[in-house]
């Protein structure tokens, strides 16, 4: 029974057209092709392009497939095909039971109905009876934890009360597939959390597809993962890990830094770790746990007393969760009047996999006062990869014993 393949897609793709006249002229021909018999073109015509190109995978009973790519990749298009919306225009799609789905925002919802009447609306889509939805609806209300609002219409609910109310129906009537596109990024991260353990318990007897650009969430929950970019497959496997690297390494080219000051420059910064090399414009691939040296350049048009230099490592959503603060502590640089290389050696750094960067300020202290003379925010980027991913960006590997 856990063999079983719920969902099953071969060479699947699907074609839009970026001009609207032409678009609807070319769905008119289709139609009219469609109506004596012919099959539609599966070339592209002027103004059409592949969204979905050639895709195929399947998910097993107790597996999760993991979506992941840029915005535009085709990730939702993918969603829209499996959940019948949309028709391939190419390949195959099987899936076998009942399917739940929370493809967009408030997809399925009247607005003008309540929470209440929606549950029941919902739950009907999905195939279950008035009966099965009100054997559930405690349940149901109990985990989407808006009670003071069930009799509300919908359209006054806020975004994350909309996905409270989508994910307490879809996950309550364990559908035997479940479908989730990144609405869960708009939730409290206590809803969050609570709707990945019912995941877990779902999963059992479910075949689940996540669509996130939370890696962490990916990593968590993921048995295997399916890269896209521009419509296309380029890396599917059960090594999610190395899937996450591959996403992560996909920013390379869009990495922008920010800096000001007028008294100094950052002339150049540097990353090394074991043998590797990262640059500005060249990103540092290196290990979990792995030793890093930052070699920071700094070119002074005035005279600089007493330098000091501040380090701040930043995750991929941009916050900020480690530091570095006590370079005066180790040296004294009274007096910079032109050019000054200085590295920080960290001997470990148990990163989680993931993309990081580091921002850099630079200052001087004069009187017994701190003055901040250069930012440069993200001034450099690394990724660091290996089997160690979570929630949070440090992860820890302590030597356990037995006692």
């Given at each position: 029974?856990?063999?079983?393949?719920?969902?099953?897609?071969?060479?699947?793709?699907k074609?839009?057209?970026?001009?609207?006249?032409?678009s609807?002229?070319?769905?008119?021909?289709?139609?009219?092709?469609?109506?004596?018999?012919?099959?539609?073109?599966?070339?592209?015509r002027?103004?059409?392009?592949?969204?979905?190109?050639?895709?195929?995978?399947e998910?097993?009973?107790?597996?999760?497939?993991?979506l992941?790519?840029?915005?535009?990749a085709?990730?939702?298009?993918?969603?829209?095909m499996?959940?019948?919306?949309?028709?391939?225009?190419?390949?195959?799609i099987?899936?076998?039971?009942?399917?739940?789905?929370?493809?967009?925002?408030?997809?399925?919802?009247?607005?003008?109905?309540?929470?209440?009447e929606?549950?029941f609306?919902?739950a009907?889509?999905?195939?279950?009876?008035?009966?099965?939805?009100?054997d559930?609806?405690?349940?149901?209300?109990?985990?989407?934890?808006?009670?003071?609002?069930?009799?509300?219409?919908?359209?006054?609910?806020?975004?994350?009360?909309?996905?409270?109310?989508?994910?307490?129906?879809?996950?309550?009537?364990?559908?035997?597939?479940?479908?989730?596109d990144?609405?869960?990024?708009?939730?409290?991260?206590?809803?969050?959390?609570?709707?990945?353990n019912?995941?877990?318990?779902?999963?059992?007897?479910?075949?689940?597809?996540?669509?996130s650009?939370s890696?962490?969430?990916?990593?968590?929950?993921?048995?295997?993962?399916?890269?896209?970019?521009?419509?296309?497959?380029?890396?599917?496997?059960?090594d999610?890990?190395?899937?996450?690297?591959?996403?992560?390494?996909?920013?390379?080219?869009e990495?922008?830094s920010f800096s000001?000051?007028?008294?100094?420059?950052?002339s150049?910064?540097?990353?090394?770790?074991e043998?590797?090399?990262?640059?500005?414009?060249e990103?540092?691939?290196?290990?979990?746990a792995a030793?890093?040296?930052i070699?920071i350049?700094?070119?002074?048009?005035?005279a600089?007393?007493?330098?000091?230099?501040?380090l701040?490592?930043?995750?991929?959503?941009?916050?900020?969760?480690?530091?570095?603060?006590?370079?005066?502590?180790?040296?004294t640089?009274?007096?910079?009047?032109?050019k000054?290389i200085?590295s920080?050696?960290?001997?470990?750094?148990?990163f989680?996999?993931?993309a990081?960067?580091?921002?850099?300020?630079?200052?001087e202290?004069?009187?017994?006062?701190?003055?901040?003379?250069?930012r440069?925010?993200?001034?450099?980027?690394?990724?660091?990869?290996?089997?160690?991913?979570?929630?949070?960006?440090?992860?820890?590997?302590p030597e356990?014993?037995?006692?």
């Open positions: 029974m856990q063999e079983e393949v719920l969902i099953r897609a071969e060479h699947v793709s074609k839009f057209c970026r001009d609207l006249k032409k609807l002229w070319y769905g008119m021909q289709d139609l009219g092709k469609a109506a004596v018999g012919i099959s539609p073109s599966q070339q592209l002027p103004h059409e392009f592949w969204a979905v190109n050639d895709i195929s995978f998910v097993k009973r107790g597996e999760c497939l993991g992941i790519g840029h915005n535009g085709g990730k939702s298009t993918l969603l829209k499996l959940n019948g919306l949309l028709t391939p225009d190419k390949g195959s099987e899936m076998k039971g009942r399917v739940g789905a929370l493809i967009e925002l408030g997809a399925g919802f009247n607005p003008i109905l309540t929470g209440r929606n549950i609306n919902n009907a889509i999905l195939g279950f009876s008035k009966k099965e939805t009100l559930k609806l405690d349940e149901i209300i109990a985990f989407a934890d808006i009670e003071d609002f069930l009799d509300t219409p919908v359209q006054n609910y806020s975004s994350g009360m909309r996905v409270r109310l989508g994910f307490a129906v879809a996950a309550q009537m364990k559908p035997d597939i479940l479908i989730i990144e609405v869960l990024a708009v939730g409290d991260m206590g809803f969050v959390l609570k709707c990945f019912r995941m877990d318990e779902l999963l059992k007897d479910t075949a689940l597809i996540l669509v650009h890696m962490p969430q990916i990593a968590r929950m993921c048995t295997q993962v399916l890269l896209m970019s521009k419509g296309q497959n380029q890396y599917l496997s059960n999610v890990s190395t899937g996450i690297t591959r996403y992560y390494e996909m920013f390379g080219e990495i922008n000001e000051g007028e008294k100094v420059d950052l150049d910064i540097t990353l090394l770790s043998g590797n090399k990262g640059t500005r414009t990103n540092l691939l290196m290990d979990y030793p890093l040296e070699q350049e700094i070119t002074c048009r005035e600089v007393e007493y330098m000091w230099v501040y701040a490592f930043y995750d991929k959503e941009q916050r900020i969760f480690a530091e570095v603060n006590n370079f005066t502590d180790a040296l640089l009274k007096r910079v009047e032109n000054v200085v920080a050696y960290i001997p470990s750094l148990p989680a996999q993931g990081y960067s580091i921002s850099v300020g630079i200052g202290e004069q009187n017994g006062a701190r003055r901040t003379l250069l440069s925010q993200s001034a450099i980027y690394f990724t660091v990869h290996g089997k160690h991913h979570g929630w949070a960006p440090i992860q820890y590997e356990w014993k037995l006692l």
